[in-house]
């Protein structure tokens, strides 16, 4: 069970009424096997609206527990409960969950952890330890109130006053020493850390001193072996790493910062930490008399080069089937722009550049939640939309359906890291400029593209992806930074029903949250 509650939480110097899961910040984790069914009863106890979404979870036929507000269910209000229930299968790795409602999940988020199932193993050598490792960000204020403000202005929010590190900014920020996460390992030992990027608005780096991390899976799919200093994640993505106790015997900073693609764009520049502590280093983290541990040197925060060559790396374990002869060829746009103030807007509420209002959008539509269904049920029985801008894309049950994801920001060209709900896809090709059908097809890697759901699709890029629509239901397709998803950044595909109950979505719960 899952018990959302405000918990006094102190960070930064300063004691906030923190919205938490079970008291707990991070929330708890899950551990589970590939092929376990899952129930989880969510008490809202809290004076906000939420969901929970289980994010990179298939879902197979099971929809209506997926989590977007306003998208397969409404809020669980507050006083509230709902239960999720769903199976996961045929993934392995590390997912997450989080809140899906306001900037709730700011700090309603944890890791799902999923093994193989018994007598099953590790497609490498089976770690001696496993770390979550996630990645977040903190305000000094409320997340809510931070976006609340943004909406009613139309300007961008604050920018973050820390980036965490299960939890914790770490040694470098004010009042923070004590509780830096302690990284345990031991020499010869290897040690399995499941990196997750959950921070809101940010693209980070994260790299380790002086130890060198193998990549062997993302978003809960194995991948070839590739060995690298430094990471990239995009929010929502996960990426699971090997590190060796092969140094020194010591203590090592981990460090996470800010990958900024965008020109001018505010953000925040400090570096969050932990220390990777080998166990027979002569001192521990209370009482050291080492020197401080070793510093890892991350690349400048603009530094595109380097995560273009880490991303072109990843592959699929295998050889996999990817999807040929399409049905649906689509061409997105993702954009960042800026839209004029509606007449009646008084002043205070259009403070982007020279009066306008930020908006985002994907094929030009700003995407608008419904406020009093939510779009799966209003699917299911019949309820006449749209609503302008929740225009859904129908695709018929099996489709193979490939989409080309181009950035044309107009303002500031940013990363876009884009999550398709329901599904996992192959990211078969990416590059920059705009995408050029006659030329550009034959990069296309038809043979071991790795498996994703989440795809950072790079400044002033594109990324082309493939899925067959296999998930009867309503799944959200949205950029994963939350300050775009609240300017619009977001569509949904409305895939049918197929033939027969294995093609078909199941009934709704009966606790399913109404409006
Ligand atoms: Cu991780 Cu729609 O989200």
């Known amino acids: 069970m899952k018990q959302i509650e405000a918990t006094k939480v102190k960070r ?10 079970n008291g707990m910040f991070p929330g708890p984790t899950w551990e589970i ?5 899952l129930e989880v009863l969510v008490v809202n106890q809290a004076r906000y609206n939420v969901t929970i979404h289980w994010h990179g979870v298939r879902q197979m036929r099971t929809g209506w527990a997926d989590g977007p507000e306003f998208v397969t269910q409404c809020p669980i209000r507050p006083g509230g409960s709902y239960s999720y229930r769903f199976t996961v299968q045929g993934q392995e790795g590390t997912l997450w969950w989080h809140a899906h409602s306001s900037w709730l999940r700011a700090t309603v988020y944890g890791a799902l952890i999923i093994r193989p199932r018994d007598g099953e193993s590790y497609p490498f050598p089976k770690p001696k330890r496993e770390t979550s490792i996630l990645l977040g960000e903190w305000w000094d204020a409320n997340p809510i109130d931070v976006m609340r403000e943004a909406t009613r202005t139309g300007a961008a929010p604050n920018v973050s006053d820390a980036y965490t590190i299960n939890g914790q900014p770490g040694d470098l920020y004010k009042c923070s020493t004590k509780e830096t996460t302690i990284v345990p390992i031991d020499s010869g030992e290897t040690n399995l850390l499941r990196v ?8 980070l780096f994260f790299k380790v001193a002086n130890h060198m991390l193998t990549v062997v899976g993302a978003d809960a799919s194995y991948t070839k072996p590739f060995t690298t200093s430094v990471l990239m994640l995009g929010p929502g993505q996960t990426t699971d790493v090997l590190i060796q106790g092969d140094q020194p015997p010591s203590r090592y900073y981990m460090a996470a910062r800010a990958y900024e693609s965008a020109q001018n764009a505010p953000f925040d520049n400090t570096t969050s930490t932990a220390i990777l502590e080998y166990k027979s280093a002569s001192c521990t983290a209370k009482k050291c008399d080492a020197a401080t541990p070793v510093m890892p040197s991350l690349p400048a ?7 273009t060559a880490f991303s072109q790396r990843f592959r699929s374990r295998q050889k996999v089937q990817v999807p040929t002869d399409i049905d649906e060829n689509l061409f997105f746009t993702v954009g960042l722009g800026l839209n004029k ?3 009646n807007f008084h002043k205070s509420r259009c403070q982007g550049p020279n009066g306008t209002r930020f908006a985002a959008s994907m094929n030009n539509v700003s995407f608008v939640l419904p406020r009093n269904f939510s779009l799966l049920q209003a699917h299911q029985q019949g309820i006449p939309g749209p609503v302008p801008g929740t225009k859904l894309y129908k695709l018929k049950y099996g489709s193979r359906v ?7 920001s107009i303002v500031t060209p940013e990363n876009h890291p884009t999550h398709l709900h329901g599904f996992n896809f192959y990211i078969i090709a990416e590059g920059f400029g705009n ?8 990069k296309f890697n038809l043979v071991d593209p790795p498996m994703r759901n989440t795809v950072a699709v790079a400044v002033n890029g594109w990324a082309v992806i493939r899925f067959v629509a296999d998930n009867p239901g309503v799944w959200l397709m949205h950029c994963h930074l939350d300050v775009h998803l609240n300017w619009g950044l977001a569509m949904a595909f409305l895939v049918q029903n197929g033939v027969g109950k294995s093609q078909t979505i199941k009934p ?7 409006c």
């Open 33 to 37: 096997k590939n092929g376990d069914p």
């Open 435 to 442: 995408f050029n059908p006659k030329t550009d097809t034959w």
């Open 508 to 514: 709704p719960p009966p606790d399913l949250p109404i």
């Open 196 to 203: 997750i990027n959950a921070a809101l608005n940010q693209p």
């Open 301 to 307: 925060y603009n530094d595109t080069n380097t995560v």
């Open 12 to 21: 930064l110097c300063k004691t906030h009424n923190t919205i938490t899961v």
């Open 341 to 343: 103030c509606p007449p």
């Open 402 to 408: 490939q989409i080309v994801i181009q950035d044309t």
